[in-house]
C-alpha cells in the first residue's frame, strides 16, 4: 500500500471547516484513499473513502486531487467532539478484507 | 449494544505471566481484525481471520502471541510470558467481506505490564 503523509497536528475553531491534508504521491490506479478517525480513548472509527471523485456523506467530504496525489478532508462545521486524531489510509481495492496500514495521522483540535 | 466489544477493558499484569483478552464481533461479520496501539502511534496490524480461519499474521505476532477463533464468532489474543514491550492497547476490529469497506473497531484492551 502507498505511504501516506499528514501534519502532525491542526487547530480548528469550533463552528468553522477543518481541512485536513493528506499526500499520497506513490498511490496506484486500484488503491483507494480511506479517512478514519480515532477519539480518545476509542477504536478508529470509519468517516470516508474514495478512488478519484469526490465523495460527501453527513460526516464529512474527500476531496481528491485530479492527480490522486493528494487529498483533503474537510469537515464542513467542526465542533468539540471532532477533536481526534484523523488517519488518511491508502488501500488496494475497494473491499474492507484486507488490513488497514495505519500511519501517525493528525491530530485536530477543534476549540471554542 | 451491537457493536464490537472488547473484554477486560483494562489489564494490569507483572511480567511473565500470561494473559487473554476477548473480542465479540458484530455477530454477522466473518472477519475479524488484531491490531496493536502504542501511546502515541497509530494501530498496528497484528493478525485476521476469515471466520474461523486465520488467514494473515504480521511479522509483529511473535511465538508469545497466539489468536483464535473457534467457532468463527467471538476471538481470543493470548500473550504468554509478558514483557513490559508488550504494553499497549490492543484493539479488535469486524468487517463482512465481501463488499463491505468499512472495518468496525472495539474499544480497545489496554494491557500494562509492569
Known amino acids: 500500500d502507498a505511504k501516506t503523509t499528514q501534519p502532525p497536528s491542526m487547530d480548528c475553531a469550533e463552528g468553522r471547516a477543518a481541512n485536513l491534508p493528506c499526500n499520497h504521491s506513490t498511490i496506484s490506479g486500484n488503491e483507494y484513499v480511506y479517512w478514519y478517525r480515532q477519539i480518545h480513548s476509542q477504536g478508529p472509527q470509519y468517516i470516508i473513502h474514495?478512488?478519484?471523485n469526490n465523495e460527501t456523506n453527513e460526516m464529512a467530504s474527500l476531496i481528491i486531487t485530479e492527480d490522486r496525489k493528494s487529498s483533503t478532508l474537510i469537515l464542513p462545521h467542526a465542533t468539540l467532539r471532532d477533536t481526534a486524531v484523523y488517519y488518511c489510509i491508502v488501500r488496494e481495492g475497494r473491499n474492507a478484507g484486507n488490513m488497514l496500514t495505519f500511519g501517525g495521522g493528525t491530530r485536530l483540535m477543534v476549540k471554542p | 449494544d451491537t457493536g464490537v466489544s472488547q473484554d477486560p477493558r483494562h489489564k494490569i499484569t507483572k511480567r511473565g505471566q500470561n494473559v487473554t483478552f476477548r473480542c465479540d464481533p458484530i455477530s454477522e461479520h466473518n472477519r475479524l481484525y488484531w491490531y496493536r496501539q502504542t501511546l502515541g502511534q497509530g494501530p498496528e496490524f497484528l493478525t485476521y481471520f476469515q471466520n474461523e480461519a486465520q488467514l494473515e499474521k504480521s511479522r509483529l505476532l511473535s511465538d508469545r502471541f497466539s489468536a483464535e477463533r473457534p467457532k468463527g464468532s467471538f476471538s481470543t489474543l493470548e500473550i504468554q510470558r509478558t514483557e513490559q514491550g508488550d504494553s499497549a492497547m490492543y484493539l479488535c476490529a469486524s468487517s463482512l467481506a465481501p463488499g463491505s469497506y468499512e472495518q468496525y473497531f472495539g474499544p480497545g484492551t489496554r494491557l500494562t505490564v509492569t
Open positions: 474514495g478512488l478519484k
